[in-house]
Nanobody
């Protein structure tokens, strides 16, 4: 059974930093592309950052502030978020997709709130 367990969300002041983690089990993690998504209240879910076939991509709104990474030895992916803004407030979810397929899995989501 596949599990993606997220951690690291919370309340942070504008300009602060958070590091999200997503630990995977039940899959051979290195065979999967990874991505972080977010959904703010009343808005559609959007892709924040992804590593796809070795290439890294970011939404324009987070370029230069967020960094996605992975540690295949730990079956874990990360999202380092710096210079956070109130508009970054959302539920953040991790996603893994088996390379070359449409098979994917989602984490449960973690709330990130940026507010003074």
């Amino acid at each position: 059974q596949v599990h993606l367990v997220e951690s690291g969300g919370g309340l942070v002041q504008p300009g602060g930093s958070l590091r999200l983690s997503c630990a995977a089990s039940g899959i051979i993690f290195r065979f999967y592309d990874i991505g972080w998504y977010r959904q703010a209240p009343g808005k559609q879910r959007e892709l924040v950052a992804a590593i796809t076939s070795g290439s890294t991509n970011y939404a324009d709104s987070v370029k230069g502030r967020f960094t996605i990474s992975r540690d295949n030895a730990k079956n874990t992916m990360y999202l380092q978020m710096n210079s956070l803004k109130p508009e970054d407030t959302a539920v953040y979810s991790c996603n893994v997709r088996r390379v070359g397929t449409i098979v994917d899995y989602w984490g449960q989501g973690t709330q990130v709130t940026v507010s003074s």
